[in-house]
DNA sequence: AACGTGTGCAACCGCGGACGC
DNA sequence: AGCGTCCGCGGTTGCACACGT
């Protein structure tokens, strides 16, 4: 039978959005909000289909999207997230203020995934490529610990992310009339898209915040591979370095031509606040951390314990110094020393034993945990 | 200077879920 | 329950710019 096509396509203009039609659907959406996509482009008079509309909007003229280079913060929780989610990009950008997920969809395709597969991990599985780390049976059983919770965090991430969604609707349905948008200097002319970024860092941030019931998420319904989980602690391996085995002129050219550690430290903690809904989030953790503990693996109570830890140092100071929680220093001068523990020099070194495994389980969930709980606590309408 | 190749990003396409009738 | 419509998501494409030869 087919599928009706979204709008009539003929006379209808595709490829690149001109200013002026940048114009047309900015004072439409800002005078009356965009209802239906699909009767939008007729009322604002312009030659589009409301799919394009709706992609032009959410991707780029939204008030409330950051432009620019990603902060190595927002890179790891990407990673993370990526390790713990997949492809799900609607999800990631949910827990990451003011980026679209087709910009972070895009970072990770011509940015992350490439320097993950330079790393030796494989992009997908989220493994490295030599893998021979699964094999023994305390492995298997931090697996299957593992499994179940980040089942958890998937379905509450995915549940989250809905509601934010329908937050977001909300709010822009209701503060739409009222906010004032402005137009880039030259909106769309495409060899100007890096010009604009300076024009756009300026956007507002119209939080939101997701109020997540239990009860919306007591089914978890992920797929997430155990694999995914288990070699997820080799992500957080090379997001944890990833900067040391930058090179200096990477290094520069992302941070401002400093590789001062202190102005890194200093960029990473004004970069990204977390938002109040990935907090919120994390406040039913509790009754997740105790169904692990419940199964009793040594990996879930230590976790627990490391994630009481984690959070009072913050994610930040863990990534830049924590040797407490078992993390490693980050330092762009590092020269590549990506010492877990003080043990072994290399990814080759963490296939010696379970313990590294352990280990790096551990880190891993302890960066997930900490990411959640980098708000505080104490706002949440969950207690 | 001209050309080829690589990179980054905006935009498009098609699918599937949600919803209303 | 079945069908049609709408919207959002993820994958992919195409273009412009950067860089190397």
């Known amino acids: 039978m087919g599928r009706s096509p979204c709008c009539d396509k003929v006379g209808l203009k595709k490829g690149p959005w001109t200013p002026e039609e940048d114009q047309k659907l900015l004072a439409y959406i800002e005078e009356h909000g965009h209802g239906s996509w699909r009767a939008l482009p007729a009322k604002a008079g312009l030659q589009r289909c409301g799919k394009s509309c709706r992609l032009r909007w959410t991707n780029y003229l939204r008030p409330d999207i950051k432009r620019g280079k990603f902060s190595m913060q927002e890179e790891q929780t990407i990673i993370q997230l990526h390790a713990l989610l997949g492809n799900?990009?609607?999800?990631?950008?949910?827990?990451?203020?003011?980026?679209?997920?087709?910009?972070?969809?895009?970072?990770?395709?011509?940015?992350?995934?490439?320097?993950?597969?330079?790393?030796?991990?494989?992009?997908?599985t989220h493994k490295p490529k030599n893998d021979a780390l699964l094999s023994t049976e305390s492995h298997s059983k931090s697996a299957a610990n593992l499994s179940h919770m980040a089942q958890w965090e998937s379905a509450r991430l995915e549940a989250e992310a809905r509601l934010v969604r329908e937050s977001k609707l909300r709010t822009s349905h209701s503060s739409s009339s009222s906010s004032t948008i402005t137009l880039p200097q030259n909106p769309t002319?495409?060899?100007?898209?890096?010009?604009?970024?300076?024009?756009?860092?300026?956007?507002?941030?119209?939080?939101?915040?997701?109020?997540?019931?239990?009860?919306?998420?007591?089914?978890?319904?992920?797929t997430l591979s155990e694999s995914n989980v288990i070699m997820a602690a080799s992500v957080v391996e090379?997001?944890?370095?990833?900067?040391?085995?930058?090179?200096?002129?990477?290094?520069?050219?992302?941070?401002?031509?400093?590789?001062?550690?202190?102005?890194?430290?200093?960029?990473?903690?004004?970069?990204?606040?977390?938002?109040?809904?990935l907090h919120e989030l994390t406040m039913t953790m509790p009754t997740t951390w105790g169904s692990a503990e419940s199964r009793r693996t040594s990996a879930s109570s230590s976790s627990a314990h490391a994630h009481v830890h984690v959070v009072q140092e913050g994610f930040t100071s863990l990534l830049m110094n924590n040797n407490s929680g078992g993390g490693r220093t980050l330092s762009p001068e590092g020269g590549g020393d990506s010492n877990i523990n003080g043990d072994g020099d290399s990814d080759d070194d963490d296939?010696?034993?379970?313990?590294?495994?352990?280990?790096?389980?551990?880190?891993?969930?302890?960066?997930?945990?900490?990411?959640?709980?980098?708000?505080?606590p104490s706002d949440s309408p969950m207690f």
């Open 238 to 277: 090379f997001s944890n370095v990833v900067g040391a085995v930058k090179d200096e002129q990477e290094w520069k050219g992302s941070y401002g031509g400093s590789t001062n550690l202190g102005e890194y430290k200093d960029e990473m903690e004004n970069s990204m606040p977390f938002t109040s809904s």
């Open 189 to 222: 002319m495409p060899s100007s898209s890096r010009s604009l970024d300076h024009a756009w860092n300026n956007g507002r941030n119209s939080a939101v915040v997701a109020t997540t019931r239990v009860s919306d998420l007591e089914s978890p319904t992920s």
């Open 351 to 376: 296939h010696g034993g379970g313990c590294d495994l352990y280990e790096n389980n551990k880190h891993y969930w302890n960066n997930i945990i900490n990411l959640m709980n980098y708000t505080s």
């Open 88 to 124: 799900r990009w609607s999800a990631i950008a949910t827990h990451l203020p003011k980026r679209t997920d087709n910009e972070i969809k895009n970072y990770w395709n011509t940015h992350l995934k490439k320097r993950l597969d330079k790393m030796g991990i494989d992009p997908v």
